[in-house]
């Protein structure tokens, strides 16, 4: 069951259709960007997908391989299909590309619509309005895929940091 995010901790969903490819590569980038920022403990990181094809499994072994060459595990993690309790419980939900995008924003209650928006918004250097798809292509996707996600989760984390500031002081 999902949980209310924390007035002093913040909470990312990544959001992909089947959740085995883009977010849970993301949830592994940013899940260990956060560790090395020492917030663990007040930055909450999931993914799912907005299909309940692959509940239950792994992510690709193909995003895992590439993963794991930077450093990166995602053996933990699992598939699941985005909830309704999900709106509540994240502070945002970041979609992998437009159509993604436009199925949460379909689903999501008019008070959580702020929440949602595209994970590339957060690049700092790279510039592309979706992280597309490496399921049906080559392996030079995947590495794709990680560039713009390492990118963007380096820009995600600044804003989470910023965020977390701002609701201390408050």
Not at 9 to 36: D, E, K, W
Not at 65 to 80: E, F, M, P, W
Not at 140 to 156: K, Q, S, Y
């Amino acid at each position: 069951m999902a949980q209310q995010p924390t007035a002093a901790g913040y909470s990312v969903l990544f959001l992909c259709m089947g959740n085995i490819c883009r977010s849970p590569t993301a949830h592994g980038v940013f899940r260990h960007r956060v560790q090395a920022a020492g917030l663990a403990d007040r930055v909450r990181v999931d993914s799912a997908g907005t299909h309940n094809y692959h509940p239950g499994e792994p992510p690709d072994h193909r995003s895992q391989r590439h993963a794991s060459r930077r450093g990166y595990d995602l053996s933990d993690l699992r598939a699941r299909k985005m909830l309704l309790a999900d709106f509540a419980a994240h502070d945002l939900v970041l979609a992998m590309d437009w159509d993604n995008l436009a199925m949460a924003q379909e689903l999501c209650p008019p008070q959580h619509a702020h929440k949602l928006r595209r994970l590339t918004e957060f690049c700092l250097h790279m510039q592309s309005p979706v992280v597309p798809d490496p399921y049906y292509g080559g392996t030079t996707g995947f590495d794709g895929v990680l560039d713009l996600v390492e990118d963007a989760c380096e820009g995600l984390l600044q804003h989470v940091q910023r965020e977390l500031q701002h609701r201390s002081k408050s």
